[in-house]
């Protein structure tokens, strides 16, 4: 059985008129609530069979660790000065998305609270807020960077799937046939003689 006794807290807000210093400490809120869930999260994701390498890994954690190293206004002006207008507006989009989801699976939850289909969408929202912060604070570069080895690796996993259930279909099709080196019907190799 999963454990269901999650931090209930709500994930921090971005409204209309958030300015890059608020986005920035809204973005180190939502890090701590990330931070303050992780172990949860990763457990309940074990559980339920997730590999290792899609649960909340050491990216976040250094990312989080390098932040709160770092004065407020240390972390202000790197932020502003090296995160472009484009990142910061993607940054702002998805902490709300966060949150939104979040007050989604609330809303739909409500009486139960415990059940797995909550316990999971509710994990796997606290990774995906890992994933915002660890690009959130990388110059336009890096995030880059790191956005095309996600969706490489997202690619490969896919294709992997793919292959593996192409397989599966042709061995199944062609279970019980006698010769399994043609993959076609034997009035196909053999034309009709005239």
Not at 3 to 20: H, I, Q, R, V
Not at 78 to 105: G, H, T, Y
């Amino acid at each position: 059985m999963y454990e269901t006794n999650s931090n209930a807290e709500k994930p921090p807000y971005a409204g209309d008129s958030t300015l890059p210093a608020t986005l920035c400490f809204k973005l180190l809120e939502l890090a701590n609530w990330v931070d303050d869930q992780a172990e949860w999260a990763n457990d309940n994701l074990k559980q339920m069979g997730i590999p290792e390498e899609d649960l909340i890994g050491s990216d976040f954690f250094t990312i989080k660790n390098s932040v709160d190293k770092k004065e407020e206004s240390e972390l202000y002006d790197a932020f502003v000065n090296n995160v472009s207008v484009k990142s910061m507006a993607c940054s702002w989009d998805a902490l709300r998305r966060v949150r939104m989801r979040f007050d989604e699976i609330q809303r739909v939850f409500e009486d139960d609270w415990e059940a797995p289909a909550r316990v999971f969408k509710h994990a796997t929202l606290i990774k995906m807020a890992s994933m915002l912060i660890i690009v959130a604070f990388l110059d336009s570069e890096k995030r880059e960077a790191k956005e095309k080895e996600w969706e490489e690796a997202r690619n490969e996993k896919f294709a992997a799937l793919f292959i593996h259930q192409l397989n599966g279909k042709f061995k199944k099709q062609f279970e019980g046939s006698v010769d399994d080196s043609q993959p076609w019907p034997d009035e196909w190799s053999n034309p009709p003689e005239e």
